[in-house]
């Protein structure tokens, strides 16, 4: 990664990913909603006007198989922070992927864009992704209580945050 997505690769994501309205209720602070087949509305599509939303295809090295997305959000470029999110196809999650994707993200935030913090936001049931960031260095800051509504109910997120000053690249302890 990164590499762009495109045709039936790029449906397999959004069928996956989007159109399964749990997963994309859990993980995004935006609601679901229907779009039109083959529009250029999908939030899985790149946006390159949008300066502070920078999206990432996530591939397989060994044979570029597309495996999910990534995100670096919310760049403010004044406090020099911004946001990370993503989600793998449920056939490639709990492999590794996650938790080499929130790195290859603090590489792209703290290395190529100069940001001296990221923050992540997750359910405070979604062990994966709190282990995700916690193996990249990422510290509980606190529980943001009843601050999504998934679903029909209101849940819990825990708020992590990683400065540049804290960041160790490659050690996933
Ligand atoms: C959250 C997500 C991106 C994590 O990626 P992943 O590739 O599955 O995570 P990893 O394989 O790197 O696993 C990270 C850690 O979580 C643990 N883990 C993975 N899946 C787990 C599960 N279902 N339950 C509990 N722990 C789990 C792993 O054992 C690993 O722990 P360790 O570091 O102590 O060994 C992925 O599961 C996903 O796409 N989920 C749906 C979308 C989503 O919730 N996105 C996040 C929105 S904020």
Known sequence: ?????????????????????????????????????????????????????VPFSVVELDGGTLVGNAVLWGIDTHSRSAHIGLAMRPSSRGKGYGTDVVAVLCHYGFVVRGLHRLQIETLSDNTAMLRSAERNGFVREGVLRSSAWVMGEFLDEVLLGLLAEDWKPDSKG
């Open 1 to 53: 990664m990164p590499a762009p997505a495109c045709g039936g690769a790029f449906i397999g994501l959004q069928a996956e990913l989007y159109d399964d309205v749990v997963t994309h209720s859990r993980a995004n602070s935006r609601p679901w909603r229907p779009i039109t087949p083959g529009s250029t509305e999908s939030q899985l599509l790149v946006d390159d006007r949008e300066q502070g939303h």
